[in-house]
């Protein structure tokens, strides 16, 4: 096992065949790879990359974590509520690592962190960091912030 195999999923997946690759997206898609073509929304293999040691661990860790909230959410159990709090949560400890992730990764190509949004809220209109109003979206979500590189 190399160090790539920690985002490598063991299920088929749609990645990307795209020739060039512009922008990434951070995002959980139920699968063991956050990291995302913003174009066509395809997996991307790491080694494509050529993520470092130390941003393939910084990915893992932070999917970890929002994997873990996101059961719990999706569970819809006792722990909905709570888990659905961290998932928003601007100064929380799993968005404080995702927008990380996203700077790191920003230094290989531009990243959008794909913030969690329960289609049963409403239509969120500012971006949940700076708290300026969303720009229409490209291609994903409700709107994004270019500003802080987040997709809503």
């Known amino acids: 096992m190399n160090h790539f195999d ?3 999923p063991f299920i088929a997946l749609q990645f990307c065949d795209c020739k060039e690759l512009r922008e990434l997206l951070l995002v959980h898609s139920l699968t063991d790879n956050p990291v995302h073509c913003f174009h066509c ?8 990359l050529g993520l470092s040691s130390k ?8 999917h970890g974590q929002f994997r ?3 059961s719990l959410w999706l569970d819809s159990g006792e722990y909905e509520a709570w888990a659905k709090a961290q998932l928003l949560e601007p100064n929380g400890q799993v968005n404080r690592s995702g927008l990380a992730v996203a700077a790191s990764l920003t230094t290989l190509l531009p990243t959008y962190y794909w913030w969690f949004h ?4 409403p239509v969120p ?4 960091v700076c708290s300026i109003r969303l ?3 490209r291609l994903h979500g409700h709107g994004q912030c270019n500003n802080c590189q987040v997709v809503v």
Do not use: M, N
């Open 135 to 137: 720009s229409p979206a």
């Open 125 to 128: 209109h500012s971006c949940p």
């Open 118 to 121: 329960d289609e049963s809220d």
């Open 68 to 70: 873990a909230l996101y």
């Open 55 to 62: 941003q393939v661990d910084l990915v893992s860790s932070w």
């Open 6 to 8: 920690k985002l490598r």
């Open 41 to 48: 929304k395809g997996a991307i293999d790491p080694q494509r």
